[in-house]
Protein backbone atom coordinates (compact mmCIF):
# COMPACT_ATOMS: atom_id res chain seq x y z
CA UNK A 1 0.00 0.00 0.00
CA UNK A 2 3.24 2.24 0.39
CA UNK A 3 4.16 3.03 -3.31
CA UNK A 4 7.83 4.07 -2.54
CA UNK A 5 8.44 0.72 -1.31
CA UNK A 6 8.44 -0.39 -4.86
CA UNK A 7 11.84 0.97 -5.56
CA UNK A 8 13.43 -1.67 -3.43
CA UNK A 9 12.40 -4.66 -5.64
CA UNK A 10 13.96 -2.49 -8.66
CA UNK A 11 17.08 -4.63 -8.63
CA UNK A 12 14.80 -7.76 -9.15
CA UNK A 13 14.15 -8.17 -12.90
CA UNK A 14 11.32 -10.74 -12.09
CA UNK A 15 9.89 -8.22 -9.22
CA UNK A 16 10.52 -5.55 -12.53
CA UNK A 17 8.54 -7.83 -15.06
CA UNK A 18 5.77 -8.29 -11.99
CA UNK A 19 5.55 -4.37 -11.23
CA UNK A 20 5.43 -3.61 -15.39
CA UNK A 21 2.51 -5.70 -15.93
CA UNK A 22 0.35 -4.83 -13.09
CA UNK A 23 1.11 -1.26 -13.65
CA UNK A 24 0.27 -1.69 -17.34
CA UNK A 25 -3.15 -3.14 -16.57
CA UNK A 26 -4.12 -0.59 -13.75
CA UNK A 27 -3.07 2.05 -16.51
CA UNK A 28 -5.53 0.49 -18.70
CA UNK A 29 -8.57 0.51 -15.93
CA UNK A 30 -8.07 3.74 -15.22
CA UNK A 31 -6.55 3.67 -11.54
CA UNK A 32 -3.25 5.05 -12.26
CA UNK A 33 -4.42 8.63 -13.92
CA UNK A 34 -1.11 10.20 -15.65
CA UNK A 35 -1.06 13.75 -16.83
CA UNK A 36 -1.46 13.91 -20.51
CA UNK A 37 2.16 14.69 -21.15
CA UNK A 38 3.45 11.56 -18.95
CA UNK A 39 1.00 9.31 -20.70
CA UNK A 40 2.71 9.84 -23.98
CA UNK A 41 5.98 9.23 -22.65
CA UNK A 42 4.91 6.47 -20.63
CA UNK A 43 4.02 4.94 -24.44
CA UNK A 44 7.03 5.76 -25.83
CA UNK A 45 9.14 3.46 -22.97
CA UNK A 46 6.48 0.85 -22.96
CA UNK A 47 7.73 0.71 -27.11
CA UNK A 48 11.26 0.96 -25.97
CA UNK A 49 10.56 -1.33 -24.18
CA UNK A 50 12.62 0.25 -21.11
CA UNK A 51 10.50 -0.93 -18.19
CA UNK A 52 12.51 0.73 -15.18
CA UNK A 53 12.60 3.94 -17.23
CA UNK A 54 8.92 3.29 -17.37
CA UNK A 55 8.40 2.24 -13.87
CA UNK A 56 10.45 5.44 -12.76
CA UNK A 57 8.33 7.55 -14.37
CA UNK A 58 4.63 6.19 -13.48
CA UNK A 59 5.32 6.70 -9.97
CA UNK A 60 5.00 10.41 -10.15
CA UNK A 61 1.56 9.83 -11.65
CA UNK A 62 -2.07 9.93 -9.56
CA UNK A 63 -3.12 7.26 -7.69
CA UNK A 64 0.22 4.92 -8.60
CA UNK A 65 0.01 1.87 -6.09
CA UNK A 66 -3.37 2.71 -5.16
CA UNK A 67 -6.36 0.50 -5.26
CA UNK A 68 -9.65 1.88 -6.57
CA UNK A 69 -13.34 0.75 -5.60
CA UNK A 70 -16.17 0.39 -6.80
CA UNK A 71 -18.48 4.02 -6.69
CA UNK A 72 -20.50 4.47 -3.79
CA UNK A 73 -22.37 6.91 -1.53
CA UNK A 74 -21.04 8.98 1.53
CA UNK A 75 -22.25 11.52 4.19
CA UNK A 76 -19.51 13.63 3.37
CA UNK A 77 -19.59 16.33 3.16
CA UNK A 78 -23.07 15.94 2.77
CA UNK A 79 -25.72 13.30 2.87
CA UNK A 80 -26.50 12.01 -0.97
CA UNK A 81 -22.91 12.41 -1.91
CA UNK A 82 -21.48 9.35 -4.14
CA UNK A 83 -17.45 9.09 -4.15
CA UNK A 84 -14.78 7.11 -6.30
CA UNK A 85 -12.38 5.90 -3.71
CA UNK A 86 -8.97 5.23 -4.39
CA UNK A 87 -7.01 4.10 -1.37
CA UNK A 88 -2.77 3.97 -0.63
CA UNK A 89 -0.47 6.07 -0.12
CA UNK A 90 -1.57 6.63 3.61
CA UNK A 91 -4.51 7.80 2.42
CA UNK A 92 -8.26 7.13 1.35
CA UNK A 93 -8.14 9.86 -2.13
CA UNK A 94 -11.97 10.82 -2.79
CA UNK A 95 -13.30 12.06 -5.89
CA UNK A 96 -16.93 13.28 -4.28
CA UNK A 97 -19.91 14.24 -6.52
CA UNK A 98 -22.23 16.12 -4.25
CA UNK A 99 -26.03 15.91 -4.84
CA UNK A 100 -25.51 19.59 -6.88
CA UNK A 101 -23.06 17.44 -9.41
CA UNK A 102 -20.00 19.92 -8.24
CA UNK A 103 -16.79 17.65 -7.86
CA UNK A 104 -14.72 17.75 -5.14
CA UNK A 105 -11.27 16.06 -4.61
CA UNK A 106 -11.08 15.34 -1.07
CA UNK A 107 -8.03 13.15 0.58
CA UNK A 108 -8.73 12.11 4.33
CA UNK A 109 -5.09 10.77 5.65
CA UNK A 110 -4.96 7.67 7.70
CA UNK A 111 -3.03 9.57 10.53
CA UNK A 112 -5.76 11.39 10.84
CA UNK A 113 -8.02 8.94 11.81
CA UNK A 114 -8.85 7.47 15.07
CA UNK A 115 -10.76 4.25 14.38
CA UNK A 116 -12.78 2.66 11.83
CA UNK A 117 -15.64 0.06 11.92
CA UNK A 118 -17.43 -1.85 9.27
CA UNK A 119 -21.30 -2.52 9.57
CA UNK A 120 -23.96 -4.74 8.68
CA UNK A 121 -26.75 -3.29 7.36
CA UNK A 122 -29.27 -6.18 6.45
CA UNK A 123 -30.15 -8.24 3.71
CA UNK A 124 -32.50 -8.06 0.54
CA UNK A 125 -32.42 -11.22 -0.96
CA UNK A 126 -34.43 -12.10 -4.26
CA UNK A 127 -33.40 -8.63 -5.71
CA UNK A 128 -30.03 -9.20 -6.44
CA UNK A 129 -28.85 -7.92 -3.52
CA UNK A 130 -27.20 -10.16 -0.98
CA UNK A 131 -26.01 -7.68 1.25
CA UNK A 132 -25.37 -3.62 2.85
CA UNK A 133 -22.25 -2.82 3.57
CA UNK A 134 -21.18 0.38 5.71
CA UNK A 135 -17.40 1.21 6.62
CA UNK A 136 -17.72 4.42 8.87
CA UNK A 137 -14.29 6.51 9.95
CA UNK A 138 -13.54 8.39 13.06
CA UNK A 139 -11.64 11.53 11.39
CA UNK A 140 -9.68 14.62 12.81
CA UNK A 141 -11.22 17.71 10.73
CA UNK A 142 -9.96 20.63 11.75
CA UNK A 143 -9.49 19.41 15.39
CA UNK A 144 -13.06 18.01 15.41
CA UNK A 145 -13.68 14.48 15.64
CA UNK A 146 -16.56 13.44 13.27
CA UNK A 147 -17.91 9.90 11.93
CA UNK A 148 -17.40 10.03 8.18
CA UNK A 149 -19.68 6.27 6.51
CA UNK A 150 -18.93 5.21 2.97
CA UNK A 151 -22.06 3.10 2.33
CA UNK A 152 -20.02 0.30 -0.19
CA UNK A 153 -20.17 -3.34 -0.62
CA UNK A 154 -16.43 -3.60 -0.78
CA UNK A 155 -16.38 -2.15 2.68
CA UNK A 156 -14.02 -5.46 4.16
CA UNK A 157 -11.98 -4.83 1.15
CA UNK A 158 -11.42 -1.37 2.25
CA UNK A 159 -10.70 -1.70 5.98
CA UNK A 160 -8.20 -4.55 5.00
CA UNK A 161 -6.70 -1.86 3.38
CA UNK A 162 -6.61 0.34 6.13
CA UNK A 163 -5.24 -2.60 8.36
CA UNK A 164 -2.16 -3.11 5.16
CA UNK A 165 -1.36 0.54 5.59
CA UNK A 166 -1.37 0.29 9.18
CA UNK A 167 0.90 -2.48 9.35
CA UNK A 168 3.25 -0.77 6.76
CA UNK A 169 4.30 2.04 9.01
CA UNK A 170 4.54 0.07 11.83
CA UNK A 171 7.13 -1.66 10.18
CA UNK A 172 8.49 1.58 9.07
CA UNK A 173 8.34 2.96 12.17
CA UNK A 174 10.33 -0.46 13.92
CA UNK A 175 12.69 -0.24 10.87
CA UNK A 176 13.65 3.61 11.53
CA UNK A 177 13.84 3.35 15.07
CA UNK A 178 16.52 0.32 14.95
CA UNK A 179 18.72 2.65 12.59
CA UNK A 180 18.93 5.64 14.78
CA UNK A 181 19.83 2.93 17.81
CA UNK A 182 22.71 1.58 15.21
CA UNK A 183 23.87 5.57 14.13
CA UNK A 184 23.28 6.51 18.08
CA UNK A 185 23.88 3.81 20.55
CA UNK A 186 24.55 6.36 23.29
CA UNK A 187 20.83 8.17 23.23
CA UNK A 188 18.70 6.97 26.58
CA UNK A 189 16.06 4.03 25.59
CA UNK A 190 13.52 6.29 26.99
CA UNK A 191 13.91 8.79 24.47
CA UNK A 192 13.01 6.47 21.08
CA UNK A 193 10.74 6.95 18.75
CA UNK A 194 7.96 5.37 19.61
CA UNK A 195 3.95 5.38 18.32
CA UNK A 196 1.41 7.44 19.72
CA UNK A 197 -1.67 6.60 20.80
CA UNK A 198 -3.50 8.43 17.94
CA UNK A 199 -1.79 6.55 15.58
CA UNK A 200 -3.12 2.75 17.10
CA UNK A 201 -6.50 2.35 14.93
CA UNK A 202 -9.29 -0.46 15.87
CA UNK A 203 -11.04 -2.13 13.29
CA UNK A 204 -13.58 -4.73 13.32
CA UNK A 205 -16.86 -5.77 12.53
CA UNK A 206 -20.48 -4.68 14.13
CA UNK A 207 -24.01 -5.48 12.89
CA UNK A 208 -27.39 -3.06 12.38
CA UNK A 209 -28.03 -3.41 16.41
CA UNK A 210 -24.86 -1.12 16.93
CA UNK A 211 -26.00 2.07 15.81
CA UNK A 212 -29.09 2.27 18.33
CA UNK A 213 -26.34 1.81 21.29
CA UNK A 214 -25.28 4.49 23.67
CA UNK A 215 -21.78 6.01 22.95
CA UNK A 216 -21.31 6.56 26.76
CA UNK A 217 -19.47 3.45 27.48
CA UNK A 218 -15.85 3.55 26.67
CA UNK A 219 -15.73 0.31 25.17
CA UNK A 220 -17.52 1.52 22.01
CA UNK A 221 -14.40 2.01 20.17
CA UNK A 222 -13.36 -1.81 21.13
CA UNK A 223 -14.87 -3.38 18.35
CA UNK A 224 -14.85 -7.42 17.90
CA UNK A 225 -12.04 -8.79 16.74
CA UNK A 226 -12.06 -10.44 12.83
CA UNK A 227 -9.31 -12.39 11.62
CA UNK A 228 -7.55 -12.03 8.74
CA UNK A 229 -9.09 -14.76 7.09
CA UNK A 230 -12.61 -12.63 6.84
CA UNK A 231 -11.05 -9.65 5.50
Not at 42 to 66: C, D, I, T
Not at 167 to 175: A, D, V
Request: charge should be neutral; include cysteine.
Amino acid sequence: MDPSLDKVLMDCRTSVNLLYMQVVQELEMNWVKPTEEQRQKLLMLQKAPNKLKFLELVRESQHYGYIQLVPCSCDYPEVGCTATIHVGNNEISCCIKLPSNQIKEINFKINRIRCWQVTFLGSVLGHGLDQFLELRIEYNESDKWRWIVFNTKQAFLLSSCLKKIISEQLMTTTKNDQEMQIEHPELDTAKKVSIRPSQIFHSGFKSRKWLHSSRSNEDDCVFEKISEEDL
